[in-house]
């Protein structure tokens, strides 16, 4: 059997330069594999892409995820490249270096798309990809963008040369707790073609967990290590975060296990008390029931995340129109009229005279 324990969104910054995993260190104790999406560039060189929000720090600070004892890191994001190719190379030199596996992106040094572990006699597959779409990504770097035809055709294809595949997709909305309709067929679809566990990553909030076949889908692990008052506005859900344990054989998943946790205020995660616990995991069970039954459809997904995405992007859009000027604005507006954009529209007035009501 193998120990799998998955954790969420890592940025590695702090406040006061704290040590990012102190508090949650002997959750790890016992681990065969500890996998985790790495939501920053481990570099300070690079032309900085033109967008809100870059995430980048010192390389020095692989150390942490070395202390932490992490062993692969899904590192296909909408982040990986805010120092373009000079902070993909960096990053993927530095996690080389200290024996880190990575899946998600390469480079003409790094290029192959998944990585292989052998733990207790088991062998395990680990592929990840991003919805992001990048403009400019040079011929000697690669990121795993999101394709469900290759995504299908790569598991079936790992799925021959080990036991165990493991699938990371940097999806969904933000902020929002459940994943779309769309999502759910899919990651089923994956389980279908041979994953046993897929890890969902992105949305910043957990999103529910379901037992599939033999395997596991829980659809966004939320925030890990994360900050929550991103752009002077806090919001506490976005503190809440997990730990995922899954235990696992040849035939699939053995059984599974949710710590909660909380991010503090310096972007430390810590384990939560008792009775924190119990609240948390209730309001988990409600979110990945409806989830299970069936019951998010795309009408009541477009009211859940209508309001949040318009929000998040509109904010994001004004300060890069601000920035860079025309170029941004005219994206802006191809945005503002898209198909997707208008049933957010849409679904944010329905669910606000459902509120009224």
């Not at 991003?130 to 790569?154: A, K, P, Y």
């Not at 309709?181 to 990651?187: C, I, L, T």
């Not at 529910?208 to 659809?219: A, K, M």
Request: glycine fraction near 8%; aromatic fraction near 12%; hydrophobic fraction near 40%.
């Amino acid at each position: 059997m193998v120990k799998l324990i998955a954790v969420g969104d890592i940025s590695l910054i702090t406040k006061n330069n704290l040590p990012p995993f102190d508090a949650v260190k002997e959750s790890f104790r016992g681990k065969d594999i500890l996998f985790g999406q790495l939501e920053t560039v481990l570099s300070n060189r690079g032309r900085k892409a033109e967008k809100r929000t870059l995430l980048y720090t010192s390389p020095e600070k692989v150390r942490y995820l070395k202390e932490a004892g992490f062993d692969v890191l899904n590192i296909a994001n909408n982040h990986i490249f805010d120092l373009g190719p000079e902070g993909i190379n960096d990053t993927l030199d530095i996690l080389h270096q200290n024996d880190i596996f990575f899946v998600g992106a390469g480079n003409q040094k790094f290029n192959q798309p998944y990585a292989i572990i052998e733990r207790n006699g088991i062998t395990l597959g680990f592929s990840g990809y991003t919805t992001s779409g990048f403009e400019h990504v040079e011929e000697d770097v690669f990121i795993n963008r999101f394709d469900e035809n290759n995504i299908v055709r790569d598991i079936k294809d790992l799925k021959s040369k080990c036991d165990i595949v493991v699938v990371s997709l940097h999806w969904g909305i933000e902020n929002v707790f459940y994943p779309s309709p769309e999502q759910q067929v899919f990651a089923r679809e994956c389980i279908d073609a041979g994953a046993c566990v897929i890890l969902g990553h992105h949305p910043h909030v957990f999103q529910g967990i379901e037992r599939y076949e033999n395997g596991l889908i829980l659809y966004s692990l939320a925030n890990f290590q994360f900050d929550f008052d991103h752009e002077g506005v806090v919001d506490d859900k976005l503190s809440d975060t997990l730990i995922l344990t899954v235990n696992l054989t040849k035939n699939g998943v053995k059984n599974y296990d949710i710590v909660p946790a909380k991010i503090s205020r310096e972007y430390v995660p810590y384990i939560v008390d008792k009775e924190e616990k119990e609240n948390r995991i209730k309001a988990m069970s409600e979110i990945s029931t409806r989830i299970i039954e069936g019951r998010v459809t795309s009408k009541f997904w477009f009211e859940q995340i209508g309001y949040e995405y318009l929000r998040g992007n509109m904010s994001a859009w004004i300060v890069r129109i601000m920035r860079y000027g025309i170029k941004h604005l005219l994206q802006f507006i191809q945005w503002l009229l898209s198909p997707f954009v208008i049933r957010c529209c849409l679904g944010t007035i329905r669910n606000t005279f459902k509120k009224k009501g």
